[in-house]
């Protein structure tokens, strides 16, 4: 099916798409598109871990001066920019060298849901976790990253249904809040984020308010207004309301096996181990939104039920029933592995296939030998 994607954020068409086109111009044509999206997800990735080994449970910036150093945070801005410009110019590249392809936009918006949730564990580290002073609960945390991979989700789901992704407008200015959080971090320190900013406020208070507020204020209705114009316009993909509301089942059960686990789990999981409990939530959202893609992309039907769902409700019933006791932390190592392995499998795999299918390579603009 034919790529199409609306953007009507001024932030994006007046600011960030001149900066763009200025920077498109230094690329080499022989560079691939998928190149350039892959080494801007590399680029999060590997900020992700270089956060997590200062502050692997979300205490260092909880202290006065903050116990990461401050070239970290500078270099978390960087890397920010560097991946969001990246993901801007991939598909602007791709029409450049005129190699738009089924490939490059599946591996554009698979790895865009991976990275969603790695932005967002990374900025947790900005804030620290509550410390009865300053900070954001675990809960907080995980609430906060449901709702930015509800709004993804929702995005896609809009497009399964109407053939057309609009872009959100929480992307562009959220990228933008992110890197000005990282510069400020960097050169203020941490202390700006532990002082009440307006009427006994903290800064974080008021980004989770924004989030809650743009996300089902503005990003959600908008999604359903577009169905609906869709539906009204007969323009809609799907005819039964059960095939356009499919896609959605999965992610929904997911996040209510996830929040079961959360509230009940006995050794309070969520405030033991919060990096590895989120890291696991995004990677298993991402697996879920990537089957969702493929099926809009390929016009398909997503199954019902993800795989995921099965072991997760296994690991779920033990850790309330008690069962692992001690080793509740032990599941939930061994169920990250699982999902993170099976979710790099499934890439893989899905790169290789289409690469084989369309008779590209993923990362060069040569074209196959045909067998």
């Known amino acids: 099916s034919q790529y199409s994607a609306v953007d009507t954020n001024p932030l994006s068409v007046y600011i960030m798409q001149p900066i763009w086109n200025k920077i498109i111009k230094i690329v080499p044509l022989w560079i691939a598109p998928n190149l350039l999206t892959f080494s801007g997800f590399v680029m999060i990735l590997f900020n992700y871990f270089l956060i997590s080994f200062y502050d692997w449970d979300y205490t260092a910036s909880g202290t006065s001066p903050g116990l990461v150093p401050s070239w970290v945070w500078l270099f978390s801005a960087f890397t920010t920019f560097c991946a969001y410009a990246l993901d801007s110019i991939d598909g602007k590249h791709a029409r450049r060298t005129q190699s738009s392809t089924p490939l490059g936009e599946l591996f554009d918006h698979g790895l865009d849901s991976w990275a969603t949730s790695i932005f967002v564990l990374s900025f947790f580290s900005v804030c620290s976790r509550d410390n009865g002073k300053t900070g954001v609960s675990v809960y907080t945390m995980y609430i906060y990253l449901s ?28 990228q933008v809040v992110l890197i000005a959080a990282y510069l400020l971090t960097g050169t ?40 609906h114009r869709a539906h009204v316009k007969k323009t809609l993909k799907n005819d039964s309301l059960y095939e356009g509301l499919l896609p959605l089942v999965s992610p929904l059960l997911l996040f209510v096996l996830l929040t079961v686990w959360v509230v009940l789990s006995p050794s309070n999981i969520l405030a033991k181990q919060p990096r590895l409990f989120l890291w696991m939530v995004g990677v298993a959202f991402s697996n879920v939104i990537c089957k969702v893609i493929v099926c809009q992309m390929s016009g398909t039907r997503p199954e019902l ?40 499998h499934y890439g893989v795999c899905v790169g290789r296939q289409l690469s084989e299918h369309l008779n590209i390579y993923i990362f060069s603009l040569k074209k196959r030998v045909q067998e």
Not at 147 to 174: A, Q, R
Not at 200 to 223: A, C, E, K
């Open 147 to 174: 709702i930015v991979l509800f709004n993804f989700m929702c995005s896609h789901w809009e497009k399964y249904n109407t053939g057309v992704l609009f872009l959100p407008w929480g992307y562009d200015i959220s």
């Open 188 to 227: 203020v320190g941490v202390e700006v984020w532990q002082k009440p900013l307006l009427f006994g406020y903290y800064i974080t208070d008021v980004l989770v308010i924004l989030l809650i507020g743009f996300s089902l204020f503005l990003s959600f209705p908008q999604t359903l207004y577009n169905i």
């Open 305 to 344: 039920l993800h795989w995921f769902l099965f072991p997760l409700a296994l690991v779920v019933c033990a850790a309330i029933s008690g069962l692992p006791g001690r080793t509740e932390e032990a599941a939930l190592g061994l169920f990250s592995a699982l999902v993170t392995a099976a979710h790099l």
